[in-house]
């Protein structure tokens, strides 16, 4: 079935670049999410990548698609103590379909000073 | 600058109880959904609406009823709450059900007890 996978935790040093990874299985995917949620907070879409894009960068985020592996990854360069959160990957087949959004369980981002 | 709003933020209830948590949007969007998140889980879909008058079910509907009267809000009513429900919930919107941006509100934690 359709699945989101992303590896639970990681833990950055102030400055350095941190990076998240998520695979997923729907090979009809044509965007995949990347959005962030503070402690005690609600989602904030982050970036997003349409599927035929290998790469999106904005600012300190870089992502990357891998089709053929259907992997993706959020690189955040210089990366400061603001940036602690959680960090979900969301894949959406059906031709950009929110009501078909498929979430991954979430990244939990540590950076210490 | 409202976007989403959602009320109650915290709410504790006794099994068997009723409630209904309200949810408000000031960005004219057509699409709302109702999500939970569980610790340890990723967004699970509960309800969504595409408009006014226009509901339906998600992926984890038992339990729940929701009503769209007017295009900016979107109660949820939980009847006979069951430890089950103990969770954080998510009211949220969009434009469209296509790749536009999900606006999340900032979450209401329930317990139930």
């Known amino acids: 079935g359709e699945d989101v996978e992303q590896s639970l935790f990681l833990s950055v040093r102030e400055g350095d670049s941190s990076v998240i990874n998520c695979t997923y299985t729907?090979?009809?995917?044509?965007?995949l999410y990347w959005y962030k949620q503070e402690p005690g907070a609600g989602l904030q879409l982050l970036t997003y990548i349409f599927s035929n894009m290998d790469m999106k960068q904005d600012q300190r985020l870089t992502v990357l698609l891998n089709k053929k592996d259907k992997h993706l990854s959020l690189r955040i360069a210089d990366t400061q103590t603001g940036d602690s959160a959680i960090y979900f990957c969301a894949e959406s087949p059906n031709a950009g379909n929110n009501r078909k959004l498929i979430w991954g369980l979430g990244t939990s981002l540590a950076v210490n000073p | 600058n409202a976007g989403v709003t959602q009320t109650p933020k915290f709410r504790i209830l006794k099994i068997g109880q009723s409630m209904t948590l309200q949810c408000a949007q000031d960005?004219?969007?057509?699409?709302m959904y109702w999500y939970r998140q569980d610790p340890g889980m990723g967004l699970k879909l509960i309800y969504y609406s595409v408009g006014a008058g226009i509901t339906d079910k998600g992926e984890v509907p038992n339990g729940y009823n929701v009503s769209r009267s007017t295009t900016e809000d979107f109660p949820l009513r939980l009847e006979l709450a069951a430890p089950s429900q103990t969770s954080v919930y998510f009211c949220?919107?969009?434009?469209?059900?296509?790749?536009?941006?999900?606006?999340f509100g900032e979450g209401s934690w329930l317990t139930v007890v």
């Open positions: 960005m004219n969007h057509n699409y």
């Open positions: 729907d090979s009809s995917s044509t965007y």
């Open positions: 949220a919107s969009s434009y469209d059900g296509g790749r536009n941006t999900i606006y």
